[in-house]
């Protein structure tokens, strides 16, 4: 075969030096034979669009041509033409063809239509489909968006640990990290499992949640951001709940209130608008395939000035709605934590925009908030979606030693671990507040999916770790 | 206290509109009084230097400015004036101080001069530190060069799981993660404990490698990179490990060895270019204070073309540098793997520049590699670098189902839960190849440090996971 330089199928696509020679590389789509002409179309991962390869079947090995089937990976050097149908505007007449794999019709993507329940289960080979190959590019996307902006806005991106000694948060179940031999479990006096001889020389776990960690980053690099993995063993077989899932942290000193809501909202838009700006195809083809309303939903959260407005206002509305005859499921009273239910009548019947809710009562909410001058609310803020509810929760923290020290005592929360927590409040505090987003979360909400194991390669649910 | 936006000290410094009013928030690095004038040294993270916060005693309360001693967080509002003395050229007049948080004379980061290893012990505390703050913006700036490069060049960042149920890779010790009651643990009839009641319903790891998952990746979007955390339960103290570390591991479809071995290159080069070019204050600190032919040695690897050879190739250096007198700890033949000393005479005794060596023994190397035709060497390349040795590690992959099922059978590698990654060879087979690089060699390379503890924020090594 020639030896040519490979073009990319989105690049091809692009290209108008139309009697060129070209080559692209790739996977079959589909195949259809017809005496006069085969049609191969071929992608590569680079776009969701695939290539036409025009064959003329009287020039190739019949055999040969009737082994490339779906699946197939091949090679292809043709001449770069003006697309005769529809479609794309570029097809490639094909000269000669290389085989790279064969795919047998026992191929389980072969299908088209395939539900995401099936899909799920070959989820090895579901990347290979053009639903998942855009997801898959759209997550890139929103990674690539959240780094740059908070590398653009001066933070830096902290890896907290993932093996962590402290459970402090308890913010959920967790995980057991060991390398103890559960076949000889050495105990103390008292029957207690003792931990000197395990890897770390106590008990470990899985983190839940790198803030408090990257509290000491903060507090020291004046702002940054974690972006890693994160566990919750949760026996929640739900559409929106994993065992491993990836959380962005971050975490700024010197910032009040206002400026966090300013900074949440900012950052939302940012990778909303970027998916819109960047992932342009990708978007098109999910509206079309999996959620009709899609691209109008991003526009609108990139255009509104998102609605802020105190727990206690929150509380208010929605107390008026159930006397105007509103049903919910649960009861509406100053105090409770706010269901699904109540954050969506807000945010899609009230509203119809997101919202920022802010100075939630204090017993809701974590220890390390910053408690309000009424002594009542604490500085916790959340961002609540059209479609998913709360996708961002943070908070100022409390920055006084004594008031946090109080609040641990008083929670019962075991700090035997925490003295260095406590040290940023001991040796020069600041002010300083971050928040949390669920990775997962906001693909869900960019893509329009409905379970989050169709947004993440490898969803690890519930007795299932496969692949 | 006036209302004036925060300015950092970074923009501050480069700030030339003299006497404006401006507001500074940090830390105080060092605060020398005198009866004439008081010197604060202001960080706040956002670059390496201090801005000097000059003070005149007799407008202060003498309590108040006595309590502000190093590592107190205050606020400054003063007069932005040309420096007086040497260093900065940018200093200020200061008018009011608002103090945020105090800093007892316990304060542990209270000296100059303390040892790493001190400092390891504080780890929460160090990151405030002019060493630890300087590696810290280094360690941010290479992840975003890191993700900048890929998907400059198309690669799509691919989350690939954390927790796993395969130990195919082979690569180390694996930690067990599990949420069984170790108390009542459940036995089948033959005595051997059961996982059906585990979360995930079998036995499960924390991850050695995302590659065989990142294969996956690339057979279906082209090319994908991996940026996680890995983890080994080796029980190795020494400088060069981690049982918990960041790694890259880029891999793609249609690529050959002389091709991954320009990647390669490419990529390492373009990391070290922008420490060079975004990291300068804080290299510039390192090369003053760790070692000092620091900036040399990362401008001699962006300067120079690697050198490439075989280890064939390779191994006759070695002999002949041992045949002309040069001493070795381990001894030199063809089928043995590389001690460090071998390759560090490679890279910094006989050719003076990074090597990548290739097409190595099989037997040494891993199952996935593909088999060249002398069928004794595979297409694997690691690229050498002065003080660190092997710093990428990569192959082509064998993309032959049955030479690859041959080598798994031959080498008795436990495939039963390897369906899913053969299957990439079955359906559409495609030449792909890839690279491991660990984050934390490469941070060890960029900023002249000499222990991997000191490089990342929390180091989890046997017997610690503090913090």
Not at 64 to 89: F, M, P, R
Not at 295 to 312: A, P, S, W
Not at 353 to 361: G, H, L, N, S, T
Not at 431 to 451: A, Y
Request: glycine share 8%.
């Amino acid at each position: 075969m020639e030896k040519i330089k490979r073009t990319k199928v989105a690049e091809a696509l692009k290209r108008t030096d139309f009697g060129a020679t070209v080559n692209v590389k790739g996977w079959v789509r589909t195949h259809r034979s017809s005496k006069a002409v085969d049609f191969i179309a071929l992608y590569d991962g680079s776009t969701i669009n695939s290539i036409q390869i025009v064959i003329d079947p009287t020039a190739f090995d019949e055999a040969l041509l009737k082994q490339i089937t779906t699946g197939s990976c091949i090679s292809v050097v043709g001449e770069l033409v003006e697309s005769q149908g529809s479609g794309q505007s570029v097809e490639i007449l094909g000269k000669s063809i290389e085989i790279y794999g064969l795919c047998g019709s026992d191929y389980p993507m072969q299908k088209k239509g395939q539900t995401f329940e099936y899909m799920r289960q070959h989820a090895h080979l579901r990347l290979r489909t053009n639903s998942f190959g855009a997801i898959m590019r759209i997550r890139h996307n929103m990674a690539i968006a959240i780094h740059q902006y908070f590398h653009e806005h001066g933070f830096y991106y902290f890896h907290t640990p993932i093996i962590t000694a402290s459970d402090a948060e308890g913010a959920g179940e967790m995980f057991q990290v060991t390398t103890k031999n559960l076949y000889d479990l050495k105990k103390d006096e008292e029957g207690h499992i003792t931990y000197n001889d395990d890897f770390f020389g106590k008990m470990t776990s899985l983190t839940v949640s790198g803030q408090l960690e990257g509290e000491l980053g903060a507090t020291a690099l004046g702002q940054i951001y974690t972006f890693g993995p994160t566990f919750r063993a949760e026996n929640s077989n739900t559409p929106r709940h994993l065992a491993e899932f990836w959380m962005i942290e971050p975490e700024v000193a010197f910032i009040d209130l206002n400026e966090l809501m300013d900074l949440e909202e900012d950052f939302i838009k940012h990778c909303v608008r970027w998916a819109l700006e960047h992932c342009k195809e990708d978007l098109e083809f999910l509206n079309k395939m999996v959620d009709k309303t899609l691209i109008e939903r991003l526009e609108g959260v990139v255009k509104e000035d998102f609605v802020r407005l105190t727990y206690t206002e929150g509380i208010e509305l929605l107390e008026k709605a159930v006397k105007e005859g509103h049903k919910f499921e649960f009861p509406v009273a100053w105090g409770m934590d706010l269901a699904s239910e109540h954050e969506r009548y807000l945010v899609e019947h009230h509203f119809k925009k997101p919202v920022i809710m802010c100075d939630y009562p204090k017993d809701i909410k974590a220890f390390y908030m910053k408690i309000n001058e009424d002594g009542k609310t604490v500085q916790g803020t959340d961002v609540l979606f059209p479609q998913i509810g709360e996708i961002i929760g943070g908070s100022v923290r409390e920055e006084s030693y004594d008031k946090l020290v109080n609040e641990i005592e008083t929670r019962g929360i075991p700090m035997k671990d925490m003295w260095w927590y406590l040290d940023t409040r001991k040796y020069g505090s600041c002010p300083h507040g971050g928040f949390g987003l669920g990775f997962e979360r906001l693909i869900l909400f960019v893509t329009g999916m409905q379970n989050i194991r169709d947004v993440i390669p490898f969803p690890r649910t519930p007795k299932s770790a496969e692949f």
